[in-house]
């Protein structure tokens, strides 16, 4: 599976950006895919997972009920959807497909990673 993430950009506190994952392979309708970030001096951390199907989500604190991620099987794209943004999710975000059916947080728990795409929030 490869994948390229895409949709960053600067943005002002309170606004919303749409972050898109285009992902080719054949394995990607069977992957669970996830999002992470890292931001200036910080680790990787983990944004928000969907199961293979879409019907399971998971998502991190800070992001929950803030931040929605979905998928296209048919069209082999992931997204996420990011309102109310605030200055604590800049950051580099990282798209990642794990091959298992299960949904993992962890950076472990995924096997491949795309290159990131750049959010930044003015305050």
């Known amino acids: 599976v490869q994948l390229q993430a895409s949709g960053g950009g600067l943005v002002q506190a309170g606004g919303s950006l749409r972050l898109s994952c285009a992902a080719s392979g054949r394995t990607f309708s069977s992957s669970v895919m996830g999002w992470f970030r890292q931001a200036p001096g910080k680790e990787r951390e983990f944004v928000a997972g969907i199961s293979w199907r879409g019907g399971g989500t998971v998502y991190a604190d800070s992001v929950k009920g803030r931040f929605t991620i979905s998928r296209d099987n048919a069209k082999n794209r992931m997204y996420l959807q990011m309102n109310s943004l605030n200055h604590e999710d800049t950051a580099v975000y990282y798209c990642?497909?794990?091959?298992?059916?299960?949904?993992?947080?962890?950076?472990?728990?995924?096997?491949?990673w795309g290159q990131g795409t750049l959010v930044t929030v003015s305050s």
């Open positions: 990642a497909a794990r091959l298992s059916t299960r949904l993992g947080t962890g950076q472990n728990d995924y096997d491949y």
